[in-house]
C-alpha cells in the first residue's frame, strides 16, 4: 500500500509541474442566501440563461426559505450583475431550476424545483415570465432536488424528469421514505400525469445521456443512501415504454454512494460520456467502458487523482461532502477540469465543517490536480449548486456557487493565454436548442466530443453556447451529430469567437 500511494503521490507530482491553474477575483454581487429548514439542507441551485437577448447569461438563484433571485447581467469587461427579480420568479421554497425551452419559440422557459408543487413557466421577452396554462402540467406537493429534460421520437413537446428526496407525507420516514422519480412523457400537447419511476432511492441529481450513441436517451440517476439505507443503488433506466431499470445482466454495475451530484464529459476521447460523481467522502470518476456493448463505467478515481475525499487546506481532516459537479476547460488549455463545490449538510460530525471547493485542473497526461486554493475559489461556505459560464463574453469560463447560510459568490475568471471557441446551435422547432446532439470539435490540441445535455449537477442548470478550450492551436474544425442522427458537415471555425451552427 505504501508503494501505491508514493506511485500516486510522484504522479500528482509531476502533473502538478506542467499545470498552471488560472486565477479567479471575487466579483461583489446584491446578496443573497440559500437558507431554511432541514428540506433545504439540499438543493441550493442556480439556472444561469440569457433572458433578455444581449448575449450575457443571467442568474436565477434558489432561496429555500427566502426568495429565489434574478439577477440581470450588467457585465462588460468586468463581471456584474444586478437583482431585478419580476413577482413571477419571486419564490419561496424554491431549491434549484433549469432552463429549457419547451414550447419552442425561441425564448427559454424554466422548470423551478421546489419543497412543494414545481412549476413550469414560460419565457417572455425582457426576463418576463407567466406560468403555462396550456400544458395541463399537474404537481403534486413533493421534495424536489433533481431535473432533466429529453425529446423522445415524433414529439413536439420533451419529455420532463423530476428527482424526488425523502417522501414527507410517509409516517414511517425519513429513512426508508424515498419518493419516485416523476418522469412526464407528453401526451400530444399536454401532459398527463406522471409516470412512477420505482423503487427511487432519494434521488439528488438525474441526467437523460444518450450513453451509447444510438439515438435515445436514458436516464441515470444518483441516489443518496443516507436515507434508502439499504437495498438502493445508483439508477439507469432504459426510457423504454414502460421504461425499465438496467441490471447487471445488461453490464450495469451496482453501486451505492450518497449520490449528489452527477457530471458528464467525454475525456478518454472514445467520444462516449464519462461521468463524475459526487458523494460523502469519495468523489467518483468513472469511465464508459464501449468493450462491454453494455451501460458499464468503470471506476477511475484514484487512477486520475480526481477523488477530492478530504479537505485539500485547513485542519479538518474528515471526510468532504461533494454537491455540484462540472466539467469545463477553465484555462483554455484544450483539457476539461472538474470543479465541486463543497459543505456539511449542516452539522454532520463525521464529515467535515470546514470543506473548501475543488478546482481539479486537467494535465497533459490525464492526471487531476488540486488547485482550488491556488486560483482563489476555494470557498470555505457550505455550498450546494453553482456553475462555469462566460459571464462577460470573454471566452473564460468565470464562476458562481450557491451556499447555504452564506451569500453567493461570483468569481471572475482572469484571462491569461489560450484560444478558445464557442459553439451555438439551433435547429428549427421543437428542441430548438438541439438537445441530444454531439458537437466534435476537430484542432491540433485534439478531438473534443461534447453531448449537448439539460439536467445533471445540484439543482442547476446551464443553458447557451458551448465553450471549448483550444490551446495553443490557431485551427479548429466542427462538425454536429443532431439528434436524430444525421452527421453535419465539417467546417473550418477560427479561434476566440462565437460561431452559429443553424440545422
Not at 48 to 55: A, E, I, L, T
Not at 128 to 156: I, K, R
Not at 325 to 348: S, T
Request: proline fraction near 7%; charge should be negative.
Amino acid at each position: 500500500m505504501r508503494t501505491k500511494i508514493a506511485i500516486l503521490l510522484a504522479v500528482a507530482s509531476a502533473a502538478a509541474a506542467d499545470t498552471v491553474p488560472p486565477r479567479f477575483q471575487k466579483v461583489e454581487t446584491p446578496g443573497h442566501v440559500y437558507d431554511g429548514g432541514w428540506e433545504h439542507f439540499v438543493g441550493g441551485g442556480v439556472a444561469v440563461f440569457d433572458c433578455n437577448n444581449d448575449d450575457r447569461p443571467e442568474l436565477f438563484v434558489a432561496g429555500g426559505s427566502n426568495p429565489a433571485q434574478l439577477f440581470i447581467n450588467t457585465s462588460d469587461a468586468k463581471v456584474s450583475f444586478r437583482s431585478e427579480t419580476p413577482d413571477q420568479l419571486s419564490l419561496f421554497h424554491v431549491t434549484g431550476a433549469y432552463p429549457v425551452d419547451i414550447d419552442g419559440d425561441g425564448l427559454l422557459d424554466l422548470a423551478v424545483l421546489r419543497v412543494g408543487k414545481d412549476l413550469l413557466l414560460r419565457g417572455k421577452p425582457n426576463c418576463a415570465f407567466e406560468p403555462f396554462a396550456e400544458l395541463n402540467f399537474q404537481s403534486q406537493d413533493h421534495w424536489t432536488t433533481g431535473f432533466s429534460v429529453t425529446w423522445e421520437s415524433e414529439q413536439t413537446l420533451p419529455t420532463l424528469a423530476f428527482g424526488t428526496y425523502v417522501d414527507r407525507s410517509n409516517p414511517d420516514g425519513p429513512f426508508e421514505a424515498c419518493g419516485p422519480t416523476l418522469l412526464y412523457r407528453p401526451e400530444g400537447s399536454e401532459y398527463g400525469s406522471p409516470v412512477h419511476l420505482e423503487p427511487g432511492h432519494c434521488s439528488l441529481s438525474i441526467l437523460f445521456s444518450d450513453w451509447a450513441r444510438t439515438g435515445r436517451a436514458d436516464l441515470r440517476v444518483s441516489n443518496d443512501r443516507h436515507y434508502y439505507v439499504s437495498g438502493g443503488q445508483e439508477q439507469l433506466w432504459a426510457m423504454e415504454d414502460p421504461p425499465r431499470l438496467y441490471s447487471e445482466v445488461d453490464g450495469w454495475l451496482p453501486y451505492s454512494i450518497w449520490g449528489m451530484g452527477i457530471a458528464s464529459r467525454d475525456l478518454t476521447g472514445d467520444g462516449f460520456p464519462d461521468v463524475y460523481l459526487t458523494s460523502m467522502g469519495d468523489q467518483k470518476f468513472q469511465v464508459f467502458d464501449p468493450a462491454t456493448d453494455g451501460p458499464t463505467w468503470r471506476d477511475a478515481t484514484y487512477d486520475r487523482g480526481t477523488t477530492a475525499h478530504r479537505p485539500h487546506v485547513g485542519k479538518d481532516g474528515r471526510p468532504s461532502t461533494g454537491w455540484h459537479a462540472q466539467f469545463g476547460d477553465v484555462n483554455n488549455d484544450g483539457l476539461d477540469d472538474i470543479f465541486v463545490a463543497k459543505g456539511n449538510v449542516e452539522q454532520m460530525p463525521d464529515a467535515a465543517q470546514t470543506d473548501p471547493n475543488n478546482l481539479l485542473m486537467q494535465a497533459a497526461d490525464g492526471q487531476f490536480v488540486e488547485t482550488a486554493s491556488q486560483a482563489g475559489v476555494a470557498s470555505m461556505a457550505k455550498s450546494r449548486g453553482g456553475a462555469l459560464a462566460d459571464f462577460n463574453g470573454d471566452g473564460w469560463l468565470d464562476l458562481v456557487v450557491v451556499n447555504r447560510g452564506a451569500d453567493l459568490e461570483v468569481f471572475q475568471n482572469e484571462p491569461t493565454s489560450g484560444n478558445w471557441l464557442m459553439v451555438d446551435l439551433s435547429q428549427n422547432h421543437p428542441n430548438q436548442a438541439a438537445v441530444g446532439s454531439f458537437i466534435e470539435v476537430k484542432s491540433p490540441a485534439g478531438m473534443q466530443t461534447r453531448e449537448v445535455t439539460i439536467g445533471g449537477g445540484h439543482a442547476s442548470g446551464i443553458s447557451g453556447p458551448h465553450h471549448f478550450g483550444l490551446g495553443d492551436s490557431e485551427t479548429a474544425e466542427v462538425r454536429v451529430i443532431w439528434p436524430d442522427g444525421e452527421h453535419g458537415d465539417w467546417q473550418p471555425a477560427d479561434p476566440n469567437r462565437v460561431i452559429h451552427l443553424q440545422r
